[in-house]
């Protein structure tokens, strides 16, 4: 395997590492809290402490199926209990929410289903609102059987989609619910107009200000910032957010540091390698080679040997 593959696999590996601890960091119940807060009005002026208590169970991650017939499958001949965490699509091949979990209220009694995913950016091949309203039908179709039975539609519990997506022009969030167009007459249609929301949070690259407007941002931000030393993440985390940093949440912290300087650092190199490759494979020399990338001719040298296309 040439140096330039070898890369390539490594950054990938070092990506989703990075892309599974960034999710196992917002799933917990502390950084939760904190979301739901920001994002669902029962809960916006509580205390995220007292928030955690609502959550129920533990999180699933990466483990819930967003396709028909697999969200609430059964295993081992029972119906799995709360949730099941992926999806089957035809070009993506299995896919999982990122993170499901129910909520109870404050009555005590109603509960909601909340499903966060995180999002390096927008994606290219379609428009992510069209995949949250997605989502959140399944979320709601997954309850058939589960969270009610025949045509009990009234027990259909409210869900939250919240997309965190990463690397953005600017912070924004919006929301996007049910809204009724009334055209003709007076008729009063009752039901849960407030059962689907779509949230969508936009952070980004920088570090907002200590803002209130920016709370719920500055969190985030500063959780999978890839900018951050691992003391300064936990300084804000700790002083600002006074969420207790246990050794579990220190060492996803500090996994994330380490992944995003590996990430960084392959990809650094792989640049001087195509650097150096284009030039070669323009006829520069290697002195000339050398002098363009800040390295010694022997290790220019090295780079060319080492990505040579090797002839048959």
Known sequence: MNTEIKNAVNIAGDKAQYDENAKRLLGNKCILAHILTSTVEEFRDMNPVDVEGYIEGEPCISSVPVEPGITNAKQDGKRIAGLNSESIDINEGTVRFDIVFYVRLKDGVSQIIINIEAQKGIPSEYHILNRGIFYACRL?????????????????????????????????????????????????????????????????????????????????????????????????????????????????????????????????????????????????????????????????????????????
């Not at 690397?167 to 919006?174: A, F, G, I, V």
């Not at 999978?224 to 002083?239: A, D, F, G």
């Not at 490759?277 to 040298?301: C, D, G, P, R, W």
Request: glycine share 2%; charged share 30%; hydrophobic share 40%.
């Open 140 to 312: 709601i179709s997954s309850q058939k059987e589960r969270d009610f039975v025949n045509t009990n539609y009234d027990d259909i519990k409210r869900v939250y989609t919240i997309w965190i997506c990463m690397n953005m022009p600017e912070n924004s969030l919006d929301y996007y619910q049910l809204a009724n167009r009334k055209v003709l007459g007076s008729k009063k249609w009752e039901g849960k107009q407030d059962m689907i929301n779509i949230v969508l949070i936009g952070l980004a690259k920088d570090l907002p200000e200590h803002d209130e407007k920016y709370e719920l941002h500055r969190l985030l931000v500063a959780l999978v910032s890839k900018k951050l030393t691992t003391s300064e993440k936990l300084e804000i985390i700790e002083k600002e957010y006074k969420i207790p940093v246990n050794d579990n949440l220190r060492k996803d912290v500090n996994v994330m540091c380490n992944l995003s300087q590996g990430i960084v650092d392959e990809t650094k190199i792989e640049v001087m390698i195509n650097i150096v490759m284009n030039m070669h494979k323009n006829k520069f020399s290697l002195e000339q080679i050398s002098l363009a990338t800040n390295k010694s001719i022997e290790e220019v040298k090295k780079i060319i040997e080492e990505n040579e296309p090797v002839l048959a």
